[in-house]
C-alpha cells in the first residue's frame, strides 16, 4: 500500500478526480494548500494571470492506493493535471504500514477499495 501526495494546480481537481475514477481509484482527502517549487520570485500563471511566485494555492491530494494500482493512478495524476506550464505540481509515494476501515474492521490492501 501507498500513500501518493498530489500538489497541484487547483484546476486539475475536476479532471484528475475523473482520471483516477476512470483507473478506479475513488478514495481521496483534498486539501487547500499554498506552496511554492522551485521558481521563487519568479512568475507563474495562476487563474490566468501572471503572478509572482511567493507562495501559491494549490491543492494536495492524499490517496491511499494498491501496489497494483500505483503505478495507474501515477500516469492518471499527471495526464490530467500536466500543461506544461511551471507550478503544475508535484507528486510524490510514500509507504503505508497500515489501512483500517472502520465500519468493519478490515485491515490492509481489502480496506483500500
Ligand atoms: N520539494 C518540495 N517539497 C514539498 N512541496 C513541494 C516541493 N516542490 C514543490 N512542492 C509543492 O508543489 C507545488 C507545485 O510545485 P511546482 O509544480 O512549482 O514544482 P517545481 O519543481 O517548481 O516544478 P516546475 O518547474 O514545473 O514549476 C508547490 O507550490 C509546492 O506546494
Ligand atoms: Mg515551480
Same mark, same amino acid.
Request: aromatic share 4%; glycine share 12%; net charge negative.
Given at each position: 500500500m501507498k500513500l501518493i501526495t498530489a500538489v497541484l494546480q487547483? @484546476?486539475?481537481? +475536476?479532471?484528475?478526480? @475523473?482520471?483516477?475514477? %476512470?483507473? !478506479?481509484? #475513488? +478514495?481521496m482527502t483534498i486539501?487547500?494548500?499554498?506552496?511554492? +517549487?522551485?521558481?521563487? +520570485?519568479?512568475? %507563474?500563471?495562476? /487563474?490566468s494571470q501572471r503572478v509572482k511566485v511567493d507562495f501559491l494555492p494549490k491543492i494536495s491530494l492524499e490517496i491511499?492506493?494498491?501496489? %497494483?494500482k500505483l503505478d495507474a493512478?501515477?500516469? #492518471?495524476?499527471? %495526464?490530467?493535471? /500536466?500543461? !506544461?506550464?511551471?507550478g503544475d505540481g508535484k507528486i510524490w509515494v510514500t509507504d503505508v504500514l497500515q489501512v483500517i476501515r472502520v465500519r468493519t474492521g478490515e485491515t490492509g490492501p481489502t480496506a483500500v477499495e
Open positions: 487547483t @484546476s486539475a481537481l +475536476g479532471p484528475v478526480k @475523473s482520471a483516477l475514477a %476512470e483507473v !478506479g481509484v #475513488a +478514495g486539501y487547500d494548500a499554498k506552496g511554492h +517549487g522551485t521558481q521563487t +520570485g519568479k512568475v %507563474e500563471v495562476y /487563474r491511499v492506493v494498491t501496489d %497494483e493512478a501515477l500516469t #492518471a495524476i499527471q %495526464e490530467a493535471a /500536466r500543461t !506544461g506550464a511551471i
